[in-house]
């Protein structure tokens, strides 16, 4: 008896090795022993949750989005909070149409969340301009503190890039002590100025994601801040983009089932703001959405629709995050949308997609030309 249960025993370690050394599953291994003699069940096929198209649901998907590829500084290929900026005269060296500010976050480790930059003369194939060096801003010298939520505008034919910067000090619990907002600014892309300071916070508003336009008069700024112990959206204004008065509390009608403002891009449009919105069920962005919504008294009141799309694919199953917006002229209210995601296995990306402005409401392209909606969720 001895000598089988140490015979079951090396059997066993040698079924481990086996899988490990052909990286397969139990699961995967009986699957393809099993379909050697005959058709597997389809319980014993493998899930492959890593495979960023894998498609969650068995129905046809409303949005077929395109993953880009990034050269993320720390190698990753993995980014969040994209913003786009399009000059349709071209900027820098190479008279580049689309600017992409971004932040790598591998597996979600804010240690490398820090805004780079990266250029495309057609929105999907993207590069670091030559003479750049990304990150444009180095990790803060705290293990505890870091960098994140870029947003970029072109004005006065500069480009000009916010970002936060949350400091938690020594602090054991990662609650923050201070959120601040910075800018920098370049006439070509490549050379930054030293950042500057524009906003400060340390009675926990968390100043998260900082979006800004300009609309022919001032600068305009809206925020995520907790107020009240709640998620609101906040509009500041400014004459110069540096010193910026005392917040204003917007509001958000259209989102339900316990959700909040979590993340936001805004454009200009004519006779009304447009902005790509990301609703969360709780702090720390749990549950997050992609909406639309609008506003048309310059961000004051908005009014959001109902979620964008579904969570069709696995690099978007845990969460679809923050999104940033561009208005193709010349066309019927159609644009160009870039979100990131993340998958289960903690993976983060940043897709790509056509939508057209339909009621009220954004749908995916190749919907609006048919004229078939998706299902309202």
């Avoid at 393809?32 to 319980?43: I, L």
Wanted: with cysteine.
């Amino acid at each position: 008896m001895e000598y089988f249960a140490w015979g079951l025993a090396l059997a066993a370690c040698g079924f481990v090795i086996l899988l490990l050394y052909l990286d397969l599953s139990p699961r995967g291994f009986l699957y393809k022993v099993a379909k050697r003699f005959a058709v597997p069940r389809e319980s014993l096929r493998p899930v492959v949750r890593d495979a960023p198209y894998r498609r969650r649901t068995s129905g046809k998907p409303s949005h077929k989005p395109v993953l880009l590829n990034l050269e993320t500084s720390e190698g990753s290929g993995q980014a969040c909070h994209p913003d786009i900026v399009h000059i349709s005269q071209g900027f820098g060296p190479e008279r580049w149409p689309y600017w992409l500010a971004c932040t790598p976050y591998p597996y979600g480790d804010a240690h490398f969340e820090n805004p780079e930059i990266f250029v495309s003369y057609d929105g999907i194939n993207w590069s670091v301009p030559e003479s750049l060096q990304n990150p444009l801003v180095p990790s803060p010298k705290n293990p505890g503190d870091h960098h994140s939520d870029p947003d970029l505008l072109f004005h006065a034919n500069q480009l000009w890039l916010f970002y936060r910067l949350t400091l938690r000090g020594k602090r054991s619990d990662r609650t923050a002590t201070e959120n601040r907002i910075y800018l920098i600014k370049s006439l070509d892309g490549i050379r930054w100025t030293t950042p500057a300071e524009v906003l400060s916070d340390k009675a926990g508003g968390q100043h998260l994601s900082p979006a800004v336009i300009h609309d022919g008069a001032q600068f305009l700024m809206w925020t995520i801040e907790v107020h009240g112990g709640c998620l609101r959206l906040v509009r500041r204004s400014s004459p110069d983009g540096l010193t910026w008065n005392n917040p204003t509390v917007a509001s958000v009608a259209g989102l339900h089932g316990g959700r909040f403002p979590w993340h936001i891009d805004v454009i200009q449009e004519e006779g009304r703001l447009s902005a790509a919105l990301v609703s969360c069920t709780a702090l720390g962005g749990r549950g997050a959405r992609i909406h639309y919504a609008h506003s048309e008294d310059q961000g004051l009141t908005w009014v959001a629709g109902g979620f964008l799309f579904e969570q069709v694919y696995e690099f978007e199953s845990k969460t679809q995050y923050r999104a940033t917006l561009r208005a193709v002229p010349g066309t019927n209210h159609e644009y160009q949308l870039w979100y990131s995601a993340g998958s289960l296995s903690g993976v983060f990306s940043v897709a790509y997609l056509r939508v057209a402005r339909t009621q009220d409401r954004l749908i995916p392209l190749e919907w609006a030309r048919e004229q078939v909606s998706p299902v309202r969720v």
